[in-house]
């Protein structure tokens, strides 16, 4: 079932759902076997970056025959895989968060910070959820709803780099006596400020919405949101794995 849709030329969004698809798996090969010749101290850290990335690479694989089997050869087509999408990132994005709680396990942290982060987390994303379907919905006031959506989605987002930035997960990695773990959570977090930002570009392409240019497009968006994954995941997974190579 999967192998049935075709990518059909002209398809650049489909495109990238291939590569996406592609460098996920080869992500997710690449962790797991370096998982074996790191210490044992990192071995978890670099199971959940090979989870993460893993987890994406199936999704990619329903996104992308969800998509090429849509696609109405305009790239101006309104059907985006966004259950896939959010289902993926649910699971995703918490398992980020972990990352977070076993970079500082040694320094002190709590499983209360940890369910914290998730609880933005989630927020985060079932507010971005409800607003991407009320986006596709149709009733006049849809952008300001899907606006409204984003703000709510963008507190939970907050929370997060509060924490990393101010809060406990800031002042655990500040005590910290490994250089190493103070480096990489500069890394991490640096990527999810910078790096997440991606999310919210290509949300505020929905139609109604602030980028948008009022054509119905969902191409827009799923090419800014595969960048954004391939950036986030590979990326936080290859910051965990230089940590993992550097510890003794
Ligand atoms: C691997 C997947 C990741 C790291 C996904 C991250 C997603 C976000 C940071 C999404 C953020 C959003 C906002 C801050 C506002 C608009 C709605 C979202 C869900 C796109």
Not at 95 to 122: D, I, P, Q, T
Not at 158 to 171: M, T
Not at 201 to 218: C, D, F, K
Request: net charge positive.
């Amino acid at each position: 079932m999967l192998a049935a849709a075709a990518m059909k030329s002209g398809d650049l969004v489909g495109f990238t759902f291939f590569i996406g698809t592609m460098a996920m798996f080869a992500a997710s090969v690449f962790f797991y076997f370096e998982r074996q010749v790191v210490s044992d101290k990192w071995k978890t850290s670099l199971l959940i970056s090979g989870l993460i990335t893993t987890i994406a690479a199936a999704h990619y694989l329903y996104m992308r025959e969800y998509w090429c089997s849509t696609f109405n050869g305009t790239n101006a087509s309104l059907a985006s895989p966004t259950e896939f999408r959010y289902i993926d990132w649910l699971l995703t994005v918490p398992l980020m968060c972990v990352e977070f709680y076993l970079l500082l396990k040694a320094a002190g942290a709590s499983v209360n910070m940890l369910w914290r982060l998730v609880g933005y987390a989630v927020l985060m994303l079932v507010a971005g959820y409800v607003g991407e379907v009320s986006a596709k919905v149709g009733h006049p006031i849809r952008g300001f709803e899907n606006f409204g959506w984003g703000v709510i989605s963008t507190i939970g987002w907050a929370g997060i780099v509060y924490e990393i930035f101010f809060g406990e997960a800031k002042q655990l990695a500040d005590g910290s006596s490994d250089a190493n773990v103070r480096k990489a959570f500069n890394l991490l977090r640096g990527f999810v400020l910078i790096g997440w930002a991606i999310y919210p570009i290509g949300y505020m392409t929905l139609p109604g919405n602030v980028l948008s240019n009022s054509v119905e497009l969902a191409s827009k968006m799923n090419v800014i949101y595969n960048i954004g994954d391939a950036v986030n995941k590979i990326g936080f997974g290859l910051i965990v794995w230089n940590l993992a190579k550097r510890a003794k």
